[in-house]
């Protein structure tokens, strides 16, 4: 009841920038966090980015893209973002984003998965 559709990938020359947007709809009571994951080929699925969704929320991020990602939220639009600055050829991957939804006060919260959108960082 609950679906995230992704947008913004696509190819982009080495140090390059894109912007990833994902927007939950359905049956959303709050979100408590919403992320992104991203799979290369013949690589395990990393953990790109996390923040809480409200304002207080802190973000975190893999190593390898501290200073040229940033994750941000937006609560009222149940929508996170990825802008990816200083894109290089290692961030080429399937970007999947997912959101920690309760779709009730007391309910319990459950993960819900983007589609992915596929980024190509080439010459």
């Known amino acids: 009841q609950v679906q995230l559709v992704e947008s913004g990938g696509g190819l982009v020359q080495p140090g390059g920038s894109l912007r990833l947007s994902c927007a939950a709809s359905g049956s959303i009571f709050s979100i408590n966090v919403m992320g992104w994951y991203r799979q290369a080929p013949g690589k395990q699925r990393e953990l790109v980015a996390v923040?809480?969704?409200?304002?207080?929320?802190?973000?975190s991020y893999v190593s390898s893209v501290k200073g040229r990602f940033t994750i941000t939220g937006d609560n009222a639009k149940n929508t996170v973002y990825l802008q990816m600055n200083s894109l290089t050829p290692e961030d080429t991957a399937v970007y999947y984003c997912?959101?920690?939804?309760?779709?009730?006060?007391?309910?319990?919260?459950?993960?819900?998965w983007g589609q992915g959108t596929p980024v190509t960082v080439s010459p």
């Open positions: 997912y959101a920690d939804v309760r779709s009730s006060q007391l309910g319990p919260f459950n993960r819900y």
């Open positions: 923040t809480g969704i409200t304002s207080g929320g802190s973000p």
